[in-house]
């Protein structure tokens, strides 16, 4: 079970590599301990893998993979299905990511997110043996801040239970 081990307004800088945002929230989660790194790594960074792991995420378009010495950078389009009015009502999204990999840094990885409205997110995450933590910066319009947030919160937590169970069986 996942553990939300902080929620804040930022005060944590970005990664010095990501574009300027201005983030609402940053939220760090952590779940663990975890039996296969390398296997939870490769689940992450992979995109593909996203719909098998993200409750909201249906598709993933790879666009192009560049590795740059140590670095490999992934940038892909999303399709995902939004819930409102508690549910009863899904509405389509499609947004740009990116995945970010240092093989100098083989436990973390970040992904990037950008979508419409002006919904921003950052993600990075360091997986050891002990834990997966998530740090997730997120910036939305006042109007959808809220939404964004909760939607984004239940989600994520989702997505790190998921793939500590299939790297982790018990």
């Known amino acids: 079970m996942s553990q939300v081990v902080e929620v804040s307004r930022h005060d944590e800088a970005l990664p010095s590599d990501s574009e300027p945002m201005e983030p609402t929230f940053r939220v760090r989660l952590a779940v663990g301990p975890v039996n296969g790194v390398e296997s939870a790594v490769k689940l992450l960074s992979s995109p593909q893998e996203l719909p098998r792991l993200h409750p909201l995420i249906e598709k993933v378009d790879v666009q192009s993979c560049k590795r740059d010495g140590p670095r490999e950078v ?25 995945c970010m990999r240092d093989d100098s840094h083989p436990g973390v990885l970040r992904l990037s997110g950008w979508s419409s409205p002006g919904v921003r ?25 809220s939404f964004v947030f909760k939607t984004a919160l239940k ?13 982790s069986p018990r």
């Open 121 to 145: 997110i950052e993600v990075r995450y360091e997986i050891t043996p002990a834990q997966i933590v998530e740090t997730l910066w997120l910036a939305a319009p006042w109007w959808a801040g």
């Open 74 to 98: 992934t940038d892909f389009t999303i399709d995902e299905r939004l819930p409102i009015l508690g549910g009863l009502v899904k509405v389509s999204n499609r947004y740009r990511g990116r």
């Open 155 to 167: 989600a994520h937590r989702r997505t790190l239970e998921a793939v500590l169970s299939v790297t």
